[in-house]
Each structure stands twice: as C-alpha cells, then as structure tokens.
C-alpha cells in the first residue's frame, strides 16, 4: 500500500486558514486521497476526497499537486472546533467506480488552534 | 438519523478474562469495519464485513480476537482471554456499501485489561 507522510504537529491562530500538507510520492494512478479527522476522545470524521482536480466542501478545500505526489488540505478560517488529528489516507479505486475496502491510518498531524 | 453507535463506552476487565463488544451500524449500510487505536497512535485496521460475503480478516492480530456480524446489521467482536496489550480503543465504521467514499465512525468503546 503506497503511504504518506505528514507532520507530527501545527499550530494556527483562530479565524486564520490552515494549509495542512501531506506527502504521498508513491501514489498510483488510481489512489483516491482522502482526509478524516479526529477530534478529541471521538471517532474520525470524513472530511473530504479527491483523485486528480482540486476539490472543495462545506468542510474544507483539498489541493491535490499536477504529479499527484502530493496534496494540501486547506481549512479556510480556523475555529477552535478545529483543533484535532488531521489523517491524510489513500485508498484505491474499486472497480464499482468508488474507493474500497478499509482505511490506513498513519499517525497523521495534530492540529492545535490558539484562540 | 442515528448514527453508528458502540456498547459499552468504556470497559474494564481482568487479565485472562473474555469481552464483548457490540456496534450497531447506520441502518441500510451494508459495510461495517473494526479498527483499533491504542493510546496515542492511528488507527489498525481489525476487520470487514461486506453484505454476506466473507469478512476480511486479514487485519486481526491473533486467534484471541473473533468477530460477527448477522446479516447487515449489528456485529460483536470478541476478544478470549484478554492481555494487557489488548488494552485500546475499539471502533465501529460502517458504509453504504463497500464503493462508498465515507466511513461514519462510531465513538468507541475503551477497553482497559488489568
């Protein structure tokens, strides 16, 4: 399974954007990437995906690099109800169009927001 | 709706001794996965159940840890003489189905072997 790679931790001030970055140099064509997040003492939530074309949500904003080696989760004004573990995850495409099977958790980067 | 939910929250038992925990997935999903956090670090993956094909078990770390699940509804996962190490949180994901793109976590169920 191809990995990624992201910071231990960040640190943002409340109502500034947040760039969250994530290595994935091994990716395959068909690797969809995804990003949950944790909040404290809950399960993951989903947050976003996408494949190839930058994405955008009620959630937050996914840049996704020309090479695809890399990608950026953007959180557009940080709330303190922002403040968690941020997983960047990929899962390949299945052949029924979606992506399949179980999530791969690496560490991921906790996010810490200052009021 | 209601979402996934997980019985118990929390609990404690003694070195050797069997528990239960039991995930009740969002109605109509047919996917269900267990994961395993121990403290300070990600996610493993245990096991997943898709409508009524054999589970993949490929995550389970030893015979001790078995898991059901009865039709597409609610699943039980077993641990036999629980160790120390088997001390976690115990999560419940369920999907639509096994294309779906989101995993609705449930909140957990915090396991603590004495």
């Known amino acids: 399974d191809a990995k990624t790679t992201q910071p231990n931790s960040m640190e943002s001030n409340e109502e500034e954007p947040v760039h969250l970055p994530c290595n994935h140099s091994?990716?395959?064509?068909?690797?969809?990437i995804h990003w949950y997040r944790q909040l404290p003492s809950q399960g993951p939530e989903y947050v976003i995906h996408?494949?190839?074309s930058n994405v955008n949500n009620r959630m937050a904003s996914l840049a996704i690099a020309e090479d695809r080696k890399s990608s950026t989760l953007i959180l557009h004004r940080a709330t303190l109800r922002d403040a968690a573990v941020y997983y960047c995850i990929l899962r390949p495409l299945s052949v029924g169009g979606g992506s399949q099977g179980n999530l791969i958790f690496g560490k991921g980067t906790k996010l810490s927001v200052k009021p | 709706g209601a979402g996934v939910s997980q019985s118990p929250s929390n609990k404690v038992t003694e070195k050797g001794k069997d528990v239960e925990l039991r995930c009740d997935p969002i109605s109509g999903h047919t996917a269900l996965y267990w994961y395993r956090q121990r403290l300070g670090q990600g996610l493993e993956f245990l096991i997943y159940f898709q409508g009524n094909s054999a589970p993949d078990k490929s995550g389970l770390p030893s015979d001790r840890f078995s898991a059901e699940r009865t039709g597409e509804s609610v699943s039980t996962l077993t641990i036999q003489r629980t160790q120390q190490e088997d001390s976690a949180v115990y999560l419940c994901?369920?999907?639509?189905?096994?294309?779906?793109?989101?995993?609705?976590f449930g909140p957990g169920t915090r396991l603590t072997v004495t």
């Open positions: 091994t990716i395959s064509g068909t690797d969809y």
């Open positions: 994901a369920s999907s639509l189905d096994r294309d779906s793109y989101e995993q609705y």
């Open positions: 996408g494949l190839t």
